[in-house]
């Protein structure tokens, strides 16, 4: 097997595709309705759901809008969002199978662009940025949504540890502060931040992944280890479930 990092999140994602259509935890949730408000008001013409996993902003940005093209590595992710929007009925997504930091798009070609829960497996994080700055119109939104990491050292460790032994193809969890200063970068202009706590299910967790068996024990051995201040943060319980924090970055393009 290949071991480049693009092969290891297309290997991972790929055999579980239905998965992560099913995955209540990516179907739903507050960053999702807050997002849909945001996609209702601007009711975009041409839209971009870059790393778009089960498509669940995909079938929103179809829902509100116009056209919506679908991006992902994953072929198998893709067909299994080209199924559920036919089953959906909503016949205005296209698929496009691309890395984020090379996008088969003209410069300013989209009205509204979002990344939900994918650019922390970016092996090209900025450069993903960079790419969304130059598809979107000037003054578009382009709205990053992910799993943030707490700023303590302490805290950073332990979450990027078991997301790694989770998923191997997990590259980092961004502090909000290096996200500003990536986006600032990247010529995407902050104008506002929201903050969520995501609680996880432990055994779907792991499920939706195939975690072996090696790896998943070692998160629990992990999670018993923990430190006092590291179980109060992630609120981690005796099952192993546990909570996390998301956000959303609402940007307009340079
Ligand atoms: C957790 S899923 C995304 C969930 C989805 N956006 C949602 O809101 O339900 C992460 C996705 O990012 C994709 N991905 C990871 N790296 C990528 C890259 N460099 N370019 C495009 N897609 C990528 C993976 O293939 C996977 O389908």
Redesign the pocket.
Known sequence: MSKAH?AL??GQ?GPRANA?VESAV?AAGEDLAALEALIGQAAPGRAL??????G??AYLLARHGGDVAA????AD?LAAVAQSAKAKGLTNIATHR????KLPFADSSFDFIV????AH????FEG?LREARRVAKPGAPVILMDVFTPGEALLDTHLQSVELLRDTSHVRNYTLAEWSAALVRAGLAAKSVRTWRLHLDYQSWIARMRTPPVFAEAIRALQKAAPDEVRRHFAIKDDGSFTIDTMMIETLAQ
């Open positions: 693009d999140v297309t994602f992560y990516h759901d870059l790393g778009t996993g089960g669940h902003v991006v992902d590595l994953s992710m691309a890395s984020v930091d990344s939900r829960y994918s497996h970016w092996r090209g993903g």
